[in-house]
């Protein structure tokens, strides 16, 4: 057992009380700080990307009716909402959702600061990023995040053009996300979902991105383990310390 200078037993609170102040503000400075960045899925209020299933949720079994339990069902695109892409998305014959590896969709991340971007992403203004040499997975906060006020899709939204993907593919990015329902321009979504599924980067849509600083981050993003799947709804959230200096 831990003693004092005098030989006594240190209690938990002789122990606390060694501690300074300042310490202890620093240890509470360190408190994790956790942001949802997935978009709920409500019926009418979520945008859809133009042919896409319709969101519906509904209470199929009810408590109040002598069911032995409330149970819903829900009908709706697997890219409904906060999603992530497979290369079978775009690619016949290739990988389902259910083969992207955990440790991709786990770490460090770095959320770009792309709002004074006017246009698209393309590689001219991705090299303006600033984005860090050893960030391997990157989220786009643009203009996009804004979008979320309105319920129905808007076309014009910021986007990655084939060759900035193909610059993210070559650098070695194993995620890529952004704050609308694509990473890909509307009129012409194959190009730059190819360039970056070809190469083996996973794709992470529909973010909701309004509460989040650029910089450094750690990213927790699950989806739903569908066999085979073109893509299936995530749960994502960002964390970091908030500590001011502490933001990797």
Same mark, same amino acid.
């Given at each position: 057992?831990?003693?004092?200078?005098?030989?006594?037993?240190?209690?938990?609170?002789?122990?606390?009380?060694?501690?300074?102040?300042?310490?202890?503000?620093?240890?509470?400075?360190?408190?994790?700080?956790?942001?949802?960045?997935?978009?709920?899925?409500?019926?009418?209020?979520?945008?859809?990307?133009?042919?896409?299933?319709?969101?519906?949720?509904?209470?199929?079994?009810?408590?109040?009716?002598?069911?032995?339990?409330?149970?819903?069902?829900?009908?709706?695109?697997?890219?409904?909402?906060?999603?992530?892409?497979?290369?079978?998305?775009?690619?016949?014959?290739?990988?389902?959702?259910?083969?992207?590896?955990?440790?991709? *969709?786990? %770490?460090?991340?770095?959320?770009?600061? +792309?709002?004074?971007? /006017?246009?698209?992403?393309?590689?001219? =203004? !991705?090299? &303006?990023?600033?984005?860090?040499?050893?960030?391997?997975?990157?989220?786009?906060?643009?203009?996009?995040?804004?979008?979320?006020?309105?319920?129905?899709?808007v076309?014009?939204?910021?986007?990655?053009?084939?060759?900035?993907?193909?610059?993210l593919?070559?650098?070695?990015?194993? *995620?890529? %996300?952004?704050?609308?329902?694509?990473? +890909?321009?509307?009129? /012409?979504?194959?190009?730059?979902?190819? =360039? !970056?599924? &070809?190469?083996?980067?996973t794709?992470?849509?529909?973010?909701?991105?309004?509460?989040?600083?650029?910089?450094?981050?750690?990213?927790?993003?699950?989806p739903?383990?569908?066999?085979?799947?073109?893509?299936?709804?995530?749960?994502?959230?960002?964390?970091?310390?908030?500590?001011?200096?502490?933001?990797?």
């Amino acid at each position: 057992m831990t003693q004092d200078a005098a030989g006594a037993p240190l209690t938990f609170a002789k122990r606390f009380a060694r501690v300074s102040p300042a310490d202890r503000a620093g240890t509470a400075d360190r408190v994790t700080r956790y942001v949802d960045v997935t978009v709920p899925l409500v019926p009418g209020l979520v945008p859809l990307y133009p042919g896409d299933t319709d969101l519906s949720v509904r209470r199929e079994q009810h408590r109040a009716h002598g069911d032995p339990a409330n149970v819903s069902s829900m009908t709706c695109s697997l890219h409904c909402g906060t999603h992530v892409d497979a290369p079978v998305h775009f690619f016949d014959g290739q990988s389902g959702v259910d083969t992207v590896p955990i440790g991709t *969709l786990l %770490g460090p991340v770095w959320v770009a600061d +792309a709002t004074g971007v /006017d246009g698209d992403i393309d590689a001219a =203004a !991705l090299s &303006r990023l600033a984005i860090p040499d050893g960030a391997t997975r990157i989220l786009f906060r643009t203009s996009n995040s804004e979008l979320w006020n309105a319920p129905r899709f808007v076309e014009e939204f910021v986007s990655v053009t084939p060759d900035a993907a193909t610059v993210l593919a070559e650098r070695g990015v194993v *995620l890529v %996300g952004i704050d609308y329902l694509s990473i +890909a321009p509307y009129r /012409d979504p194959a190009p730059t979902h190819e =360039a !970056l599924l &070809r190469a083996g980067v996973t794709i992470l849509e529909s973010l909701d991105l309004r509460a989040v600083e650029p910089g450094w981050w750690t990213l927790t993003c699950l989806p739903l383990r569908i066999p085979g799947a073109d893509g299936a709804p995530a749960r994502a959230v960002l964390s970091r310390p908030s500590s001011p200096d502490g933001d990797r």
